[in-house]
T-cell receptor
Framework: AQSVTQLDSHVSVSEGTPVLLRCNYS??????LFWYVQHPNKGLQLLLK??????LVKGINGFEAEFKKSETSFHLTKPSAHMSDAAEYFC?????????????FGQGTILTVHP | DSGVTQTPKHLITATGQRVTLRCSPR?????VYWYQQSLDQGLQFLIQ???????AKGNILERFSAQQFPDLHSELNLSSLELGDSALYFC??????????????FGQGTRLTVV
């Protein structure tokens, strides 16, 4: 069975400083991993996905994530936070190795950005 | 716009009533997922359908049921509603192509308020 754990429920940064949102996974299979962002009262939007083609994945809005098999991690980073980055972020795993695999969500990390 | 359409956007109903939430997936997507998001429970997986068949079941109450129709749209039926069922209900769809790395696209959600 697959599980996804986001290590921080809240992260607070100042505008212009780096962002690190941590995610660990466990999976019997080579995982499919995604990061989604949810702004208040909005649906979830895909930030980036790991497709096994490259361990460093670049996403939208300057975010990137690195897949580290040895650490079973898929942490999300951004060099410089923007006020508009304030939102809730979800790390998601897809199990089963198929296109219809079950999605497993982490608990979510709320990112606060201070001026 | 994710291409996933959920109706209605808002729904207010009384306890004990029954409601139906509708989801139209992206064109060509065979998988439909339903999630419930509330402040106290976070994002909870309810159920998943693939091409008309139930694929996975999460924390879905017996008072709730869902189905996916031949045209691939899905409906989530909630009955004997309780105050605690008030939440944002999300539908997501995922493609038949793209394999295990096919991401899910989320609708904007239906906000259900039970009074």
């Amino acid at each position: 069975a697959q599980s996804v754990t986001q290590l921080d429920s809240h992260v607070s940064v100042s505008e212009g400083t780096p962002v690190l949102l941590r995610c660990n996974y466990s999976s019997s299979y080579s995982p499919s991993l995604f990061w989604y962002v949810q702004h208040p009262n909005k649906g979830l939007q895909l930030l980036l996905k790991y497709t096994s083609a490259a361990t460093l994945v670049k996403g939208i809005n300057g975010f990137e994530a690195e897949f580290k098999k040895s650490e079973t991690s898929f942490h999300l980073t951004k060099p410089s936070a923007h006020m508009s980055d304030a939102a809730e972020y979800f790390c998601v795993g897809k199990s089963g190795g198929t296109s219809y695999g079950k999605l497993t969500f982490g608990q979510g990390t709320i990112l606060t950005v201070h001026p | 716009d994710s291409g996933v359409t959920q109706t209605p956007k808002h729904l207010i109903t009384a306890t004990g009533q029954r409601v139906t939430l509708r989801c139209s997936p992206r064109s060509g997507d065979l998988s439909v997922y339903w999630y419930q998001q509330s402040l106290d429970q976070g994002l909870q997986f309810l159920i998943q359908y693939y091409n008309g068949e139930e694929r996975a079941k999460g924390n879905i109450l017996e008072r709730f049921s869902a189905q996916q129709f031949p045209d691939l749209h899905s409906e989530l039926n909630l009955s004997s509603l309780e105050l605690g069922d008030s939440a944002l209900y999300f539908c997501a769809s995922s493609g038949a192509t793209g394999g295990p790395w096919a991401e899910a696209f989320f609708g904007q959600g239906t906000r259900l308020t039970v009074v």
